[in-house]
Every structure is written in structure tokens, then in C-alpha cells.
């Protein structure tokens, strides 16, 4: 069955520095997304993405964040300097339609220090 | 304002009881609505969704939820929870906006299984 899948599973990093996570989504699906979920709080939307542009973002994702498809199959977020606020769960969607079902990836837990 | 509501933080049952998880959503038009499940270290794994039409559908792992229009409730049943069942499980809602694509989360519920 396919699945999404993304690296790394965890990330350690230093506040300030950029950090880039990798997705790839189900191969057929055309719509993406990334969600966080800080420790003990509810999973939040970040983005969605479609046909190569943002087609929604929430407050959170602000200037410091940006998503990308660099090829057929990735799909990243890249936090340009993180903040130890950033520290959090990510999570990769993918979907067939917008209004269709997400497929979530395991996950990567980023800590910023 | 739109959102999801599990009222259940914690809930403790026996292996080989009854479950049932709550949830609540508010929003003018019912949404598409989700329950997923977390396992320790896993990622969001579907269990269910409800877009229209039978009102009780059926999942995966033996789960199974009832869409009630008169008490906005979307909730989680399972007549025999095994041990594997531990998880936290969330629901989730996809309101019926015009180009609105994100899922909104309640806050989870924590399944604990007693022996």
C-alpha cells in the first residue's frame, strides 16, 4: 500500500540555523501538506500546496518558512532560522483531491537547542 | 469559530470492554469528518471518515463511528479493545469552505488499556 514517507524521523538542531524536511507524498496525489503538533498540544495546519503554489497557509507559517517541490516526487519544508519554538512534531499530508482523504507521514521530531 | 472537541483528555478501559471516544464540532455545515490514530513513535494512521450517506460507518482495527446531525458528534466506538489499542486517537474535521483544504484537530484523546 502506499504510503508517505519522510526524513529524518528526528532532527536536532541549534536556534538560527536552517533546517530542511523531506517528504514524498503518495505518487498520484496533488494536493500537500505540512501540520506541526508541539509537544502536548494540538496538531496545527502550516500549508498546502498545489500544482506547484501555496494554496493555503495558516499564521504560523510565516516569513522563516517556505515549502518546495524540487522534483516529481519531494516535497520539503524549510525553516530559514529556527527558533526554539520550532521545536515540534511535522507532519507531511498528502492528498488525491483537495477535499479528499490526508495521508499522514510518520513524522519528524525537530528540536531546536 | 470553527473547531473540534474531544472532551476526553485520558480514558482508561479494561482489555475486552466497550470504548467509546467523544467528539464534537461546530460549524454550520457538517464537515468531512476524520478519526485518526497515533501510536507511540508512529505517525497519523486513518481509521475512518465520514463525508455523507450511512451515518454509522465502519473502520479499520474493528472501530466504527456514528455521525449524529442533531448533537454535532462524530464518535469513536470499538465493543472489545485489545492491548495494541493504546494509542491517542484525534478527530478531525475538514469544514465545507470554498477553497478551504486544512484539517482542523480536536485535542486528542489518550487510550489506556488496563490489563
Known amino acids: 500500500e502506499p504510503e508517505v514517507t519522510q526524513t529524518p524521523s528526528h532532527q536536532v538542531t541549534q536556534m538560527g540555523q536552517e533546517v530542511i524536511l523531506r517528504c514524498v507524498p503518495i505518487?498520484?496525489?496533488?494536493?500537500f501538506y505540512w501540520y506541526r503538533q508541539i509537544l502536548g498540544q494540538k496538531v496545527e495546519f502550516l500549508v498546502s500546496?498545489?500544482?506547484?503554489?501555496?494554496?493555503?497557509k495558516s499564521e504560523i507559517f510565516d516569513d522563516q518558512f517556505s515549502v518546495e517541490r524540487p522534483d516529481g516526487s519531494n516535497f520539503t519544508l524549510k525553516i530559514r532560522s529556527t527558533k526554539l519554538e520550532d521545536s515540534a512534531m511535522y507532519f507531511c499530508?498528502?492528498?488525491?483531491?483537495?477535499?479528499?482523504?490526508?495521508?499522514f507521514g510518520p513524522g519528524t521530531r525537530l528540536l531546536v537547542l | 469559530a470553527q473547531s473540534v472537541t474531544q472532551p476526553d483528555i485520558h480514558i482508561t478501559v479494561s482489555e475486552g470492554a466497550s470504548l467509546e471516544l467523544r467528539c464534537n464540532y461546530s460549524?454550520?455545515?457538517?464537515?468531512?469528518l476524520f478519526w485518526y490514530v497515533q501510536s507511540p513513535g508512529q505517525g497519523l494512521q486513518l481509521l475512518l471518515k465520514?463525508?455523507?450517506?450511512d451515518t454509522l460507518v465502519q473502520g479499520i482495527k474493528g472501530f466504527e463511528a456514528e455521525f449524529k446531525r442533531s448533537q454535532s458528534s462524530f464518535n469513536l466506538r470499538k465493543p472489545s479493545v485489545h492491548w495494541s489499542d493504546a494509542a491517542e486517537y484525534f478527530c478531525?474535521?475538514?469544514?465545507?469552505?470554498?477553497?478551504?483544504?486544512?484539517?482542523?484537530w480536536g485535542a486528542g484523546t489518550k487510550l489506556i488499556i488496563k490489563p
Open positions: 499530508a498528502s492528498s488525491l483531491g483537495g477535499r479528499e482523504t490526508q495521508y
Open positions: 505518487s498520484n496525489h496533488l494536493y
Open positions: 500546496f498545489y500544482n506547484n503554489e501555496i494554496s493555503e
Open positions: 460549524y454550520g455545515a457538517t464537515p468531512y
Open positions: 465520514y463525508f455523507s450517506g
Open positions: 478531525a474535521a475538514l469544514p465545507l469552505g470554498r477553497s478551504n483544504y486544512q484539517l482542523i
